[in-house]
DNA sequence: GTCAATTCACATGAAAGAGACCACGGTCTAGTG
DNA sequence: CTAGACCGTGGTCTCTTTCATGTGAATTGACGA
């Protein structure tokens, strides 16, 4: 106990005692919102325009923003609201991400949310849904305001809830009396708009901003700009945040996996005990993010998940090429029985499958072999030692 | 050789059930004055 | 008389099951050249 302890306070004292080559970590993060937003100034401008008659207590436009990942569109949001807030007093902004597990991603729950942002409490479940509903309107309708609702991540709300929810809200301005909403709508792609009614579409996406991805030289500017309050300086060397740029550019233009490169390729570094960063730190911190994401999914999975995890990574070990849904669920079966698990159905193992699939796990194609059925092909694009390691945690788990 | 019909092995959808949580209102019980 | 314990009802939410329907090309088998 002792022993370890003196080895504890010796590794606090070495960490105190080592030059970091962070001065400001948190601005790597993605939380964070810089006072200045780069390559953004027409989309900002445009949010800001259609925003500017709630001043004068018009009631805004709905808005739609699109794009993809790390395009800047939340951070866009958030920063025109903050000042919003700041010039007008009775325009109130109610921020809300919809992915959010078990916090915003059901009707009930988006509305509970919300009603905690007004300042008054709701329990988290046993209240029939329109009940809440009342006491949302009648909260805000209860003053003069100008309530601006972002919803970020909107797809993903209405893809398991269905398109209910936004047909209520932008029908509760002709019910309401003092009050004005608006809604905002962010969203990762354009495409699912087509599920949803026609006319809840229209009154939704009054005006509609698009944020392309970044190009490599726009992502060099943020990931500098951001540097020189992240790092100490004279760290970083030559062509890192190039690195950085260069990969997140082939991922779409996604500003925050570039943060994230650099932000991991800093630790690497720090923690081998560097005072420099080099190109190849970033090449490990790619590795790493990589490991460590797919790491955290298969952790956080459900043990069934897992089950079916195990099943595919055996046949996978046993060489089998193209393995078959069919196949998983017989071995998966097997897995059940020696770990005391009670099977589900192969129907069930199905979807099961197309979510690991989803979460980029493993590779679930649907193919057609004509004369032998139609099934998906899985194939596991996992290296060597990642695969070790996912190992070693479902046979903690029992399940190998 | 050609072409439509067949067939396989699941995929995909819809609906409904089970079980965990929870709020609310009513009833019962025990403690208090 | 009252505060708190204890139901029963009704609600949401997630994970599953059940039942039904869909699907795309290899294979088959009839047909004609």
Redesign the pocket.
């Known amino acids: 106990m002792s022993q370890s302890q003196l080895n504890l306070n010796q590794v606090f004292k070495q960490y105190l005692q080592k030059k970091s080559v962070f001065k400001n970590k948190e601005s790597l993060t993605d939380h964070y919102v810089p006072d200045q937003i780069l390559h953004r100034e027409g989309e900002i401008t445009q949010i800001a325009e259609t925003m500017a008659p709630s001043l004068r207590g018009h009631k805004v436009s709905n808005m739609f923003l699109y794009g993809t990942v790390g395009t800047g569109k939340s951070v866009s949001m958030k920063h025109v609201a903050s000042e919003l807030e700041r010039v007008s007093e009775n325009v109130k902004i109610l921020y809300v991400n919809c992915k959010m ?2 916090v915003s ?6 509305l ?1 949310e919300l009603i905690r942002k007004m300042g008054q409490m ?9 009940h ?1 509903y009342r006491i949302f309107f009648e909260i805000i309708d209860s003053e003069k305001q100008n309530i601006i609702l972002v919803l970020d991540e909107i797809d993903a709300l209405i893809q ?2 269905g398109d209910e929810i936004l047909y209520n809200l932008t029908r509760i301005n002709q019910d309401m009396k003092n009050a004005k909403l608006s809604i905002v709508g962010i969203s990762n792609n354009a495409s699912f708009t087509n599920d949803i009614d026609p006319r809840v579409k229209s009154s939704l996406s009054e005006e509609e901003i698009i944020f392309k991805p970044y190009d490599a030289t726009q992502l060099k500017d943020i990931l500098t700009k951001r540097s020189i309050e992240a790092f100490n300086t004279g760290v970083l060397e030559n062509g890192v945040i190039a690195k950085c740029a260069a990969l997140a550019a082939q991922e779409h233009g996604d500003a925050r996996r570039a943060l994230d490169l650099l932000r991991m390729a800093g630790e690497i570094a720090e923690r081998s005990g560097e005072l420099k960063i080099t190109t190849n730190y970033v090449d490990k911190a790619e590795e790493k993010l990589d490991m460590d994401r797919i790491e955290e999914i298969i952790k956080s999975q ?4 897992q089950a079916v995890m195990s099943s595919i990574i055996k046949l996978h070990e046993e060489g089998q090429r193209d393995i ?4 998983v ?1 017989t071995y998966y079966e097997k897995i059940c029985k020696s770990s005391g698990l ?13 979510e690991l699939d989803m979460l980029g796990v493993i590779n ?1 194609k ?11 092909e899985i194939n596991v694009p996992i290296s060597k030692p990642m695969l070790e390691k996912i190992k070693k945690i479902l046979q903690e788990r029992y399940l190998l």
Request: glycine letters at 10%; hydrophobic letters at 25%.
């Open positions: 597990k078990r991603d059901t009707e009930y729950r988006l509970a709701v329990p988290p479940t046993g209240l029939p849904t329109d809440v398991k809830t459900p043990r069934q998940s078959q849904t069919g196949d669920f009670k099977p589900l159905t192969q129907r069930r193992i199905s979807d099961l499958v197309g679930a649907v193919i057609s072999k004509g004369r032998y059925g139609r099934t998906r």
